[in-house]
């Protein structure tokens, strides 16, 4: 079956750095996205990685290894509004989407 | 960037009345849209996907005789929910994806439905 996979919930200190992983299983692999949403919200889109490395965007980051299924987020220079849940979906061979549960990210001062 | 916009953002209504949601892409043509739910504290749980033209693809254990979605033109596509109870209250998001099939999805605002 396809699956994702990602913590449920991190912990962090503001002006830290925090990485959130996730591994996927997917029937085909046609990239990864990634996306914040604060509560209430919808998702707001973070970055899309197809290919393997990492894509560096301002505080945000984004790694993917498609040989092993696994990518990661990276937060740098944690600020307190980054405090969101973090949303990790691959795309399959049938360019469907598959979401994982997501990250609950605390920021503490 | 694109933008989807949703409306409404908040509904409330009585029990047994139905509800439309709009979604509409307003620079882009949106050639597939999704339907979200989303329960607090939950993840996103698609509901449908629906290509312009045609019918609404379902996931499954969604009623598509409650959850009726239309997807008549490239910029617009609509849910009602049909004699809406309680435990219909959610968050209910739609997102949209231009001709590229690997194209970033955007979404729209969100409508929080709530159901007296």
């Known amino acids: 079956g396809q699956n994702i996979d990602q913590p449920t919930e991190m912990t962090a200190t503001e002006g830290a750095i925090v990485q959130i992983n996730c591994t996927y299983q997917t029937s085909g692999f046609n990239g990864l996205f990634w996306y914040q949403q604060h509560a209430g919200e919808a998702p707001t889109f973070l970055s899309y990685?197809?290919l393997d490395g990492l894509e560096e965007k301002g505080r945000f980051s984004s790694f993917l290894s498609r040989s092993k299924g696994y990518s990661y987020l990276l937060l740098k220079e944690l600020q307190m509004k980054d405090s969101a849940s973090y949303l990790c979906?691959?795309?399959?061979?049938?360019?469907?989407?598959?979401w994982g549960a997501g990250t609950k990210l605390i920021i503490k001062p | 960037g694109a933008v989807v916009s949703q409306h409404p953002s908040w509904v409330i209504c009585k029990s047994g009345t139905s509800v439309k949601i709009e979604c509409r892409s307003l620079d882009f043509q949106a050639t597939t849209m999704f339907w979200y739910r989303q329960f607090p504290k939950q993840s996103l749980m698609l509901m449908a996907t629906s290509n312009e033209g045609s019918k609404a693809t379902y996931e499954q254990g969604v009623e598509k005789d409650k959850f009726l979605i239309n997807h008549a033109s490239l910029t617009l596509s609509t849910l009602t929910v049909t004699s809406a109870h309680p435990e219909d209250s959610s968050f209910y998001i739609c997102s949209a994806r231009g001709g590229q099939e690997t194209g970033e999805l955007f979404f729209g605002e969100g409508s929080r439905l709530t159901v007296l």
């Open positions: 990685n197809v």
């Open positions: 979906a691959a795309i399959d061979s049938n360019y469907q989407l598959i």
